[in-house]
């Protein structure tokens, strides 16, 4: 009679074991800054390869297989959990590649899972095995597959540091509609695409008129929002007012994608500021979902508003935790005087957040609680991140 219920949480309990062995790899990853996919496709070799050569060396040591089995259970339920999650961002939106990985590491854990097993429990009856470790060869192709994603991930980058700026502005507009009632739209307008990466991304010369339009805007009661491509550690409106906002990690210590690349143009001074920001409990400066400031340093902006967007796969409540980043980004600004913001799309890269639902999220949330700015910019590096926003914007707003 109460099977069912009985199984529910007999589910729940193995789920939430899987949730917390996953949790760890990835602090484990973001802690050695490798928490991109190509990290994360690194180091889930490195594990299985560990579990392989002690599987090799102690075949009639109980001990060594123990430990091989073990290391194989580890890989196996972060591949489980991160590969059949519903809304994975791989599975549904990853490159050839990043599917590959995941099926190889599916095949790989479970593979070395059922080896390593076979052995320790043949080891436990002091019955030795020629089972070969088949995993040898999907190891190899993992190996193949993760130093291509991570060729693949140099060639993006170069190629869009190479890519010129794409400014829109998007504005309220009241235009006539056919039966000649206003009707009130948001249109696309070009405001400066000559620019690359290199030079000043804004500048306050080169759009006086467009400061004045956003400045009617805000006497209208919003703010003005903008939806660019290009690079954010560029962007800046006038030295003074302004922030970038910086997708962190808990330790506010770098790591990879757009947090690495801030870093980078700020130079050591940021890390060494960070540093210094308190710990609220241990190995966490900035929880999820908060917000934290700093200088610029050498960057363009002012300002580094620093957050924390969730994992959409581990996460217990993902949008909530996102509106929050945002949000609180917006008070850390409000708070310290800041007019123009630069976000990038928080937790849509390696943290896996589905592009049409963080859209949805982030230009609300600005939306809500965005009016006390003057500007609030989108800054988006990849093609189909910036068509999803002007998307949303367009449906939103």
């Not at 609220?280 to 908060?290: F, L, N, T, Y």
């Not at 799309?345 to 049409?356: F, K, T």
Request: glycine share 8%.
């Amino acid at each position: 009679m109460n099977s069912e219920p009985h199984r529910r949480r007999r589910n729940d309990t193995l789920w939430d074991i899987c949730r917390l062995i996953a949790g760890s790899f990835y602090k484990g990853c973001e802690s050695l800054g490798m928490q991109n996919k190509r990290g994360r496709a690194i180091i889930f070799v490195g594990l299985e390869a560990i579990s392989i050569v002690l599987d090799l060396v102690g075949r009639s040591k109980w001990g060594f297989l123990l430990a091989a089995f073990l290391l194989s259970v580890f890989g196996f339920a972060i591949t489980i959990y991160t590969c059949t999650k519903k809304h994975t961002s791989i599975v549904t939106t990853g490159t050839k590649a990043e599917r590959q990985i995941l099926a190889v590491e599916i095949v790989f854990s479970l593979v070395q899972l059922i080896v390593t097993f076979i052995h320790f429990v043949l080891a436990i009856f002091g019955l030795k095995s020629n089972i070969f470790s088949v995993s040898v060869f999907p190891l190899v192709f993992a190996i193949v597959l993760a130093f291509k994603e991570h060729h693949e991930e140099h060639r993006v980058n170069a190629e869009n540091s190479a890519m010129p700026i794409t400014h829109l502005h998007l504005r309220s507009s009241t235009t006539p509609s056919d039966n000649g009632a206003d009707q009130n739209e948001y249109r696309l307008m070009n405001i400066k695409i000559e620019q690359g990466p290199g030079d000043n991304t804004r500048g306050e010369n080169e759009l006086s008129t467009e400061q004045q339009d956003s400045t009617s805007d805000n006497n209208e009661g919003g703010c003005n929002l903008k939806i660019l491509k290009g690079d954010i550690t560029q962007w800046f409106f006038n030295h003074l007012s302004d922030a970038i906002v910086n997708p962190a990690n808990e330790l506010m210590l770098g790591g990879g994608g757009c947090d690495g690349a801030i870093h980078e143009a700020a130079g050591p001074k940021l890390l060494e500021a960070c540093f210094k920001v308190p710990e609220v409990s241990p190995r966490v400066r900035c929880p999820v979902g908060e917000a934290r400031i700093t200088p610029g340093f050498e960057l363009p902006a002012s300002r580094v508003i620093h957050t924390v967007g969730p994992i959409y796969d581990w996460d217990s409540n993902p949008e909530a935790s996102l509106r929050n980043a945002y949000k609180n980004c917006l008070s850390v600004a409000k708070e310290n005087n800041i007019q123009y913001i630069a976000f990038p799309a928080i937790s849509c890269g390696h943290h896996g957040y589905p592009l049409e639902e963080a859209a949805t999220i982030a230009l609300s949330t600005i939306k809500d609680f965005g009016n006390h700015l003057k500007e609030v910019h989108f800054v988006l590096f990849l093609d189909d991140v910036y068509n999803v926003w002007l998307k949303k914007a367009k449906e939103l707003f």
